[in-house]
């Protein structure tokens, strides 16, 4: 089983400021990861997929990069609405999600 | 604009089996291009893949529920199913339907639509 872990698991940040959170796989998974935000009581909402594609609709300010094990989601000015809950999650071999990190505000 | 709605009971008895519909509208559920999954969310957690489906009938589960896991689908209803045997409390959780999309024909597919999930609680 590919195993995903993302760091840091709570991060405290403003409004403005570049965020960055990192998800490592325990296996490479070339670029097939993906990176989802959920807000409480709602469905998950894909961001980005393919390591570095927008998903259509999404912001610019979020981006991500990486491949085989270490991949990173970067929001370059924190708004308002980002302050959600953030997962990673690998489909190289069937599907699996880190742990999850929750931005919030400080 | 492609919905997905679960259905099923939200109390489910220990030692017994959770079944859960998801009801595609909107959309082909037959198409080529999609997968159609299952995901649970224990309450205060993150998120767990179960099982997954595709328009053929092929199956694929989580390695950890396989045992106690069955996805089925019924294109003609536009429905897929969920069968969970022998369930205890720790799987109580908002289960939600989702779809999958192929970006390629590589077969990798990641989830691009989620259902909103139903709570489905594990008590006598």
């Known amino acids: ?4 872990t993302q760091s840091p698991s709570t991060l405290s940040a403003s409004v403005g400021d570049r965020v960055t959170i990192t998800c ?7 670029s097939w990861l993906a990176w989802y935000q959920q807000k409480p009581g709602k469905a ?10 927008l998903e259509s609709g999404v912001p610019s300010r979020f981006s991500g990069s990486g491949s085989g094990t270490e991949f990173s989601l970067t929001i370059s000015s924190l708004q308002p609405d980002d302050f ?3 997962y990673c999650q690998q489909y190289s071999s069937y599907w699996t999600f880190g ?5 919030e505000i400080k | 604009q492609l919905q997905l709605q ?7 008895k220990p030692s017994e089996t959770l079944s859960l519909t998801c009801t595609v509208s909107g959309g082909s559920i037959s198409s080529t291009s999609y997968y159609w999954a299952w995901v649970r969310q224990p309450p ?15 199956t694929y589960y989580n390695p950890s529920l396989k045992s106690r896991v069955t996805i089925t689908v019924d294109t003609s209803k536009k429905q897929f199913s969920l069968n969970l045997s022998s369930v205890t409390a720790a799987d109580t959780a908002v289960y939600s339907c989702a779809r999958q999309i192929m970006g390629d024909s590589s077969g990798h597919a990641h989830f691009d639509f989620w259902g909103q999930g139903t709570l489905v609680t594990v008590s006598s």
């Open chain 1, 1 to 4: 089983d590919i195993q995903m």
């Open chain 1, 24 to 30: 490592r796989a325990s296996q490479s998974i070339s």
């Open chain 1, 44 to 53: 998950p909402n894909l961001l980005i997929y393919k390591s570095s594609i």
């Open chain 1, 84 to 86: 959600a809950t953030y």
């Open chain 1, 99 to 103: 742990q999850g990190t929750k931005v």
């Open chain 2, 6 to 12: 679960e259905s099923g009971p939200g109390l489910v």
């Open chain 2, 44 to 58: 205060g957690e993150g998120l767990e893949w179960i099982g997954s489906i595709y328009s053929t009938g092929s």
